[in-house]
């Protein structure tokens, strides 16, 4: 913004003393506001973190300009008719978009399944199937990774894609008895898959859960996931590859380590503070408020440190709000997060949380005090739906898709600015 000069003021004094005495009140109380408002600019100024990148005073990146509102497509979209559940999308590099979600075969195996689309998410075909069990196999997260720059996968026509899913072995009593986080390797486009290696295994009672993959600069492999402390404490943890997932660092935390909270179900999406300057923003489910709500970190640094926990959505008392993912447009600032919540329901649901609930969905940007500013919720799925993703779209627009009682199903979601063409 520019400089503008402060206006010429001429004061005329009265001769009544009454407005004499009037007017040198209102001339105080001016100038003890203009104190306060400089002094409270200052504190701002200094009590920022000096590792935060700086914002440059001609930036033509007007985020006061972007609008936060989301418009919810009235028909349903991606619709699967074989019962399942978990769904998360994948773009590749030729412009496909993987979907991978869990299916149940009638003798009780779950199928850990791949579709393919090649339009833009307007329709997907069965593609393939990455493993299948008698035992707790779901959460499955698909990453695509670079060509091999050492020629590795030479027999490969396309780059390889990874698959990490919680992989349980469960006792006679049909109780976890140990708890994998496995990682499996297909290297012709999602169709067929094998063992890559075990990313983190550790035996029961406390669990592991809900893998979520991304490619950090340099080609590194971070891979964030869920882990019991307690029944009452759960940790975000990274752990990381540089070798495309053949092996693994030992895992460290990220959130709730020095809390007794349950974190979890986190989405990682890097978009930008202003041009040029990436960052990272995470969002999860926690237990601050003894039900789940939505908290958010920030990243300055590809992942390797988060800066302080900022409210995402905080439903009202006794209510749920979990299960967030998060996507940037395709204009590179724009957000999309998506979560379920049992806000609207009437508290008679048997089964409980998180039953029961619907899918709600907000815009937003990240601003320049490094802090979310997010719309008003919309409604993307109805009662009882759940375990929501979102993947952003060649038009700028996204697509959310769910669980929605047992059959996989999306909306598309647009903006002002992708709709008012």
């Given at each position: 913004?520019?400089?503008?000069?402060?206006?010429?003021?001429?004061?005329?004094?009265?001769?009544?003393?009454?407005?004499?005495?009037?007017?040198?009140?209102?001339?105080?109380?001016?100038?003890?506001?203009?104190?306060?408002?400089?002094?409270?600019?200052?504190?701002?100024?200094?009590?920022?973190?000096?590792?935060?990148?700086?914002?440059?005073?001609?930036?033509?990146?007007?985020?006061?300009?972007?609008?936060?509102?989301?418009?919810?497509a009235p028909n349903e979209h991606f619709v699967h008719d074989v019962p399942g559940t978990y769904?998360?999308?994948?773009?590749?590099?030729?412009?496909?978009?993987?979907?991978?979600?869990?299916?149940?075969?009638?003798?009780?195996?779950?199928?850990?399944?791949?579709?393919?689309?090649?339009?833009?998410?307007?329709?997907?075909?069965?593609?393939?199937?990455?493993?299948?069990?008698?035992?707790?196999?779901?959460?499955?997260?698909?990453?695509?990774?670079?060509?091999?720059?050492?020629?590795?996968?030479?027999?490969?026509?396309?780059?390889?894609?990874?698959?990490?899913?919680?992989?349980?072995?469960?006792?006679?009593?049909?109780?976890?008895?140990?708890?994998?986080?496995?990682?499996?390797?297909?290297?012709?486009?999602?169709?067929?898959?094998?063992?890559?290696?075990?990313?983190?295994?550790?035996?029961?009672?406390?669990?592991?859960?809900?893998?979520?993959?991304?490619?950090?600069?340099?080609?590194?492999?971070?891979?964030?996931?869920?882990?019991?402390?307690?029944?009452?404490?759960?940790?975000?943890?990274?752990?990381?590859?540089?070798?495309?997932?053949?092996?693994?660092?030992?895992?460290?935390?990220?959130t709730g380590g020095e809390e007794t909270l349950r974190d979890g179900m986190v989405g990682v999406?890097?978009?930008?503070?202003?041009?040029?300057?990436?960052?990272?923003?995470?969002?999860?489910?926690?237990?601050?408020?003894?039900?789940?709500?939505?908290?958010?970190?920030?990243?300055?640094?590809?992942?390797?440190?988060?800066?302080?926990?900022?409210?995402?959505?905080?439903?009202?008392?006794?209510?749920?709000?979990?299960?967030?993912?998060?996507?940037?447009?395709?204009?590179?600032?724009?957000?999309?997060?998506?979560?379920?919540?049992?806000?609207?329901?009437?508290?008679?649901?048997?089964?409980?949380?998180?039953?029961?609930?619907?899918?709600?969905?907000?815009?937003?940007?990240?601003?320049?005090?490094?802090?979310?500013?997010?719309?008003?919720?919309?409604?993307?799925g109805e009662t009882a739906s759940s375990w929501p993703a979102i993947i952003a779209l060649s038009?700028?627009?996204?697509?959310?898709?769910?669980?929605?009682?047992?059959?996989?199903?999306?909306?598309?979601?647009?903006?002002?600015?992708?709709?008012?063409?």
């Amino acid at each position: 913004m520019p400089f503008l000069p402060w206006p010429k003021i001429v004061f005329k004094f009265p001769r009544n003393p009454l407005s004499l005495l009037w007017c040198l009140l209102t001339t105080i109380s001016l100038t003890v506001i203009l104190a306060r408002s400089d002094s409270s600019s200052t504190c701002r100024s200094t009590n920022q973190n000096t590792s935060t990148p700086s914002l440059s005073t001609n930036s033509n990146f007007n985020m006061d300009a972007l609008a936060h509102d989301l418009h919810v497509a009235p028909n349903e979209h991606f619709v699967h008719d074989v019962p399942g559940t978990y769904p998360r999308l994948c773009r590749l590099a030729d412009g496909s978009i993987l979907a991978g979600f869990t299916t149940f075969e009638p003798d009780g195996q779950r199928v850990l399944t791949v579709a393919r689309s090649t339009d833009d998410a307007k329709s997907f075909d069965p593609h393939g199937e990455v493993a299948r069990s008698a035992g707790d196999c779901d959460n499955m997260f698909l990453l695509q990774l670079p060509p091999s720059p050492d020629g590795d996968d030479s027999e490969a026509t396309d780059p390889p894609i990874l698959a990490a899913f919680r992989n349980h072995d469960l006792d006679d009593e049909g109780n976890p008895s140990w708890f994998r986080i496995t990682v499996c390797r297909s290297t012709d486009g999602g169709r067929s898959w094998s063992f890559l290696s075990q990313a983190f295994e550790k035996p029961a009672p406390y669990g592991l859960w809900e893998p979520f993959l991304r490619l950090a600069r340099g080609g590194e492999v971070q891979l964030y996931f869920s882990q019991e402390v307690d029944e009452d404490d759960q940790d975000t943890m990274v752990i990381r590859s540089t070798d495309g997932g053949e092996t693994w660092s030992a895992p460290s935390c990220v959130t709730g380590g020095e809390e007794t909270l349950r974190d979890g179900m986190v989405g990682v999406v890097e978009t930008q503070l202003e041009p040029g300057v990436p960052a990272l923003v995470m969002v999860l489910e926690t237990t601050r408020l003894t039900t789940y709500s939505i908290e958010a970190v920030v990243s300055f640094d590809d992942g390797e440190t988060f800066g302080d926990r900022q409210v995402v959505y905080a439903p009202e008392e006794g209510k749920n709000a979990g299960g967030p993912q998060i996507a940037v447009l395709h204009d590179g600032h724009t957000l999309v997060i998506v979560f379920m919540t049992d806000e609207d329901g009437d508290g008679d649901v048997e089964a409980g949380w998180p039953q029961g609930g619907k899918i709600k969905a907000m815009g937003g940007t990240l601003q320049e005090d490094r802090r979310l500013a997010l719309g008003a919720p919309v409604v993307v799925g109805e009662t009882a739906s759940s375990w929501p993703a979102i993947i952003a779209l060649s038009d700028n627009s996204a697509l959310a898709v769910f669980d929605a009682m047992g059959i996989i199903t999306g909306r598309l979601l647009t903006t002002p600015a992708s709709y008012a063409d």
